[in-house]
């Protein structure tokens, strides 16, 4: 009789053991469970700034074309221009992403022209271009944004 309380009392204290580090494996797992969903809630928060910021550029591409007096954009040349006359807009897009407090000085814009010039209703495409840096570290390699936007001059 001494013996089964012995033995009962023995496996409640290995039974309290055991909870205790699944406790502790559970609480790290959704911890880290946590903190990737927070990453993954910012990268998508930064891919969709990086868009709307292109599409920014783009509106004002489109308004500021051969019919505007402060153009961008090339007057005349060949098609898939991007580097004719493009500052301005580079200028606009990288201001728009500038107002989501992230840190711009590795972003890549650029404007391309791809009929040529910017005369009515030629088309222009507007890319940004982000190395995203995490907020936390978890180990993987952090992905480049690539956003892009496209329209067609109306002005």
């Not at 559970?26 to 599409?55: C, G, H, P, Q, R």
């Not at 650029?110 to 088309?123: A, E, H, I």
Request: hydrophobic residues 45%.
């Amino acid at each position: 009789m001494l013996s089964a309380r012995y033995t009962q009392k023995r496996q409640g204290v290995r039974a309290g053991g055991q909870a205790a580090v699944e406790f502790v494996l559970t609480f790290l797992a959704i911890l880290f469970l946590i903190f990737w969903t927070f990453e993954l809630i910012m990268l998508l928060y930064s891919y969709n700034v990086f868009a709307d910021a292109a599409k920014e550029g783009v509106r004002y591409a489109i308004v500021h074309g051969a019919g505007n007096s402060a153009s961008s954009g090339p007057a005349s040349g060949t098609a898939n221009d991007c580097t004719t006359n493009v500052a301005a807009v580079q200028n606009v897009v990288k201001a728009y992403a500038k107002t989501s407090f992230h840190d711009i000085s590795g972003m890549t814009v650029t404007v391309c022209y791809l009929d040529g010039t910017n005369q009515s209703p030629n088309r222009v495409r507007v890319t940004a271009s982000y190395p995203y840096i995490p907020y936390i570290r978890l180990g993987w390699a952090p992905p480049t944004i690539q956003a892009a936007a496209e329209g067609r001059i109306v002005y």
